[in-house]
């Protein structure tokens, strides 16, 4: 008989993949699942951007790429970064991956040995955690609430750092909660970053033109923590290509060669078409995703209105990204038909066999008071789909 890994078997499926599975089945068992648990804007990659895919196919872009990513996709990268959030990460300090996650990976695996810790704030994107893991790293949570919009602060970073504290990861805007951190909160945190120069902070900012109000701010912009930050992007989100599969990372000079060192023995570099077509993105002026961002302004209100007409519901507002992260824990111990809730992922189930709706358990992204809500679906979709959670909702006593 084979046996599995250990590694393997110790880490968890993927909770929003594992809901989208769910409601895939139940659709092909002829049900009307309205599905919510996945982060993928319901919108078309822009046609310009294709057609730079296609002329990078005419040009016969066909044949293996330099592991990094091409050098003009990195310049361009590189005047992104400048124009955008006045970043200085030249070509060399740069590199391209298939998707964001695996540049988070390639950087927790460049710099992790094992037993050191990693300190993650809660509530966190799933796949955080079992990339740490997988590079047999300790896991440190710091736990933020609904109360602090989901944020935490310096004084509760300074607390969790120890002598083994050899990176952070964490998102803004963030998923799952939308919540965005302002300049002065990220300064808060690099002052106390500053303290610990052995730490690498990973700053995930792949929502970053999803921002509703506020101007987006990214931890490397601080001179005195530069070269402990790795910023991670993509393209996936602001500019719906979530197929073409391509993130990457700014990073001093060290990291950046690590990482690239790394992919060099598990992908190499990236679709040779899609570099080509994101040329085309990263040159492109962010108000060109303007309508975009508004459709999911509006959204994230019928969403709230929504909410706040169920009783027992706490929900904040989410500064950015496309989801809403309500306290739902009013319902553990209440029942229908036989069926207790005792935490959110009874509750996810409940939504997705009674409702028909799929959300994702806040348990998957460590916090269990709370469920996660994808608002990139129609207005008219989430209308159907937040009339059927709040009648499933309130057949629970």
Same mark, same amino acid.
């Given at each position: 008989m084979i046996e599995l890994s250990e590694r393997l078997q110790s880490m968890e499926e993927s909770a929003t993949i594992a809901m989208s599975q769910k409601s895939r089945e139940l659709r092909a068992q002829g049900k009307d699942v309205i599905s919510l648990s996945l982060g993928e804007p319901d919108f078309h990659t822009?046609?310009? %951007? !294709?057609?730079?895919?296609?002329?990078?196919?005419?040009?016969?872009?066909?044949?293996?790429?330099?592991?990094?990513g091409y050098l003009d996709l990195r310049e361009a990268i590189s005047r992104k970064f400048k124009r955008d959030n006045n970043l200085n990460y030249p070509a060399d300090q740069i590199v391209v991956s298939?998707?964001?996650?695996? +540049?988070?990976?390639?950087? &927790? *695996?460049?710099?992790?040995?094992?037993?050191?810790?990693?300190?993650?704030?809660?509530?966190?994107?799933?796949s955080y955690r079992e990339i740490v893991r997988v590079a047999e790293?300790?896991?440190?949570? &710091?736990?933020?609430?609904?109360?602090?919009?989901? !944020? %935490?602060?310096? @004084?509760? /970073? @300074?607390? @969790?750092i120890t002598p083994k504290t050899k990176m952070m990861i964490f998102s803004t805007p963030c998923n799952p909660t939308g919540s965005v951190y302002s300049k002065e909160e990220l300064r808060e945190l690099a002052d106390v970053i500053v303290q610990h120069p052995? *730490? &690498?902070?990973?700053?995930?900012? #792949?929502?970053?033109?999803?921002?509703?109000?506020? !101007?987006?701010?990214?931890?490397?912009?601080?001179?005195? #923590?530069?070269?402990?930050?790795?910023?991670?992007?993509?393209?996936?989100?602001?500019? @719906?290509?979530?197929?073409?599969? /391509?993130?990457? #990372?700014?990073?001093?000079?060290?990291?950046? !060669?690590?990482?690239?060192?790394?992919?060099?023995?598990?992908?190499?570099?990236?679709? +040779? %078409?899609?570099?080509?077509?994101?040329?085309?993105? *990263?040159?492109?002026?962010? +108000?060109?995703?303007?309508? *975009?961002?508004?459709?999911?302004?509006?959204?994230?209100?019928l969403v709230l209105n929504a909410l706040s007409k169920i009783n027992g519901v706490k929900a904040n507002v989410p500064g950015g990204a496309f989801y809403v992260f309500p306290d739902v824990s009013y319902f553990y111990g209440k029942e229908f038909e036989g069926q207790k809730i005792q935490d959110a992922n009874d509750l996810a189930m409940y /939504?997705?066999?009674?409702?028909l709706v799929a959300l994702v358990s806040g348990e998957a992204f460590g916090d269990p008071n709370c469920i996660r809500i994808s608002y990139a679906a129609s207005e008219e979709t989430l209308t159907e789909a937040m009339r059927r959670v709040k009648e499933a909702l309130e057949k629970l006593k």
């Open positions: 822009p046609e310009f %951007i !294709k057609d730079a895919a296609k002329q990078g196919m005419d040009e016969n872009y066909t044949t293996y790429t330099p592991v990094p298939t998707g964001a996650k695996q +540049s988070i990976a390639n950087v &927790v *695996m460049s710099i992790v040995n094992p037993g050191d810790d990693v300190i993650i704030p809660v509530p966190y994107w799933v790293g300790n896991v440190v949570t &710091v736990s933020a609430g609904i109360e602090t919009d989901f !944020k %935490i602060t310096g @004084a509760q /970073l @300074a607390a @969790a052995q *730490m &690498v902070v990973i700053c995930d900012e #792949i929502y970053e033109h999803i921002n509703f109000g506020s !101007k987006h701010e990214s931890l490397a912009q601080f001179d005195d #923590i530069y070269n402990q930050v790795v910023t991670v992007n993509g393209v996936s989100k602001a500019w @719906a290509m979530t197929g073409w599969r /391509l993130g990457y #990372i700014g990073a001093n000079k060290e990291i950046a !060669k690590a990482c690239g060192k790394i992919q060099g023995q598990f992908t190499s570099g990236t679709c +040779s %078409i899609t570099q080509r077509a994101v040329i085309a993105a *990263m040159d492109a002026d962010p +108000s060109e995703v303007a309508d *975009m961002v508004k459709a999911f302004e509006s959204r994230r209100t /939504l997705l066999n009674e409702a």
